[in-house]
């Protein structure tokens, strides 16, 4: 069955430092999301992309974030310059259409010291 | 503001016991609504939806919801627990016009001892 994937699975930064977080998202689907949760908190939505643009985004989603689906298969979130409350479990998603749907990366755990 | 609530944060039971997992959400229009689990060491994966129709939804693995709009209410029932139950259960709504954008309740944990 196909899925989701995402790598790395933990990654360690020091504040201030860009990361870029990638995933594969499932080959046939169209939409393509990140949402992160922070240790004891909810699950929150960062930003959804549709036809190789921002569809919608959280006010999480500052200058900081970006996000790129640079060829066919990867779907990446850039934080630019990390900061402490940047660390968190990052997920990605993605589904085949509009409000189904969604089927879940194992998360990116982002440490930023 | 739109949120997802889930009443139990954290719930112990007996294998073979019954589990209700309430979930409520504050949105008047329409909404599809989920629920997910998390196994541990594991990726979020669903349980059941609701789009429309019979407000009595089944899932994997025995378990059903039932929506009650009247409520703004769809709890997660399953008659009789597993140990192998043991997750995060996480409630999440996508409203009407909200593209795809999932609200989350803040998720129950569900221990069951054999």
């Known amino acids: 069955e196909p899925e989701v994937t995402q790598t790395p699975s933990h990654q360690v930064t020091q504040m201030g430092q860009e990361v870029i977080l990638r995933c594969v998202p499932i080959?046939?689907?169209?939409?393509f999301y990140w949402y992160r949760q922070i240790l004891g908190q909810k699950v929150e939505f960062l930003v959804s992309f549709y036809n190789n643009e921002i569809s919608e985004k959280s006010e999480i989603f500052d200058d900081q974030f970006s996000v790129e689906r640079p060829d066919g298969s990867n779907f990446t979130l850039k934080i630019r310059s990390t900061k402490l409350e940047d660390s968190a479990m990052y997920f990605c998603?993605?589904?085949?259409?509009?409000?189904?749907?969604?089927?879940f990366g194992p998360g990116t755990r982002l440490t930023v010291l | 503001a739109q949120s997802v609530s889930q009443h139990n944060h954290h719930v112990i039971l007996s294998e073979a016991a019954s589990l209700e997992l309430g979930c409520n959400y504050s949105y008047g229009g329409t909404v599809n609504l989920f629920w997910y689990v998390q196994y541990p060491g594991q990726h979020l994966q669903l349980l059941l939806k609701y789009f429309s129709g019979d407000p009595l939804v089944k899932g994997i693995k025995g378990f059903e919801a039932e929506f009650i709009k009247s409520k703004f209410s769809f709890n997660l029932r399953k008659p009789s627990v597993q140990w192998s139950d043991t997750a995060e259960y996480f409630c999440?709504?996508?409203?009407?016009?909200?593209?795809?954008?999932?609200?989350f309740g803040a998720g129950t944990r569900l221990a069951v001892h054999p």
């Open positions: 999440a709504v996508i409203l009407s016009g909200g593209y795809n954008k999932l609200i």
């Open positions: 080959s046939n689907h169209l939409y």
């Open positions: 998603a993605s589904s085949p259409g509009l409000a189904g749907e969604q089927f």
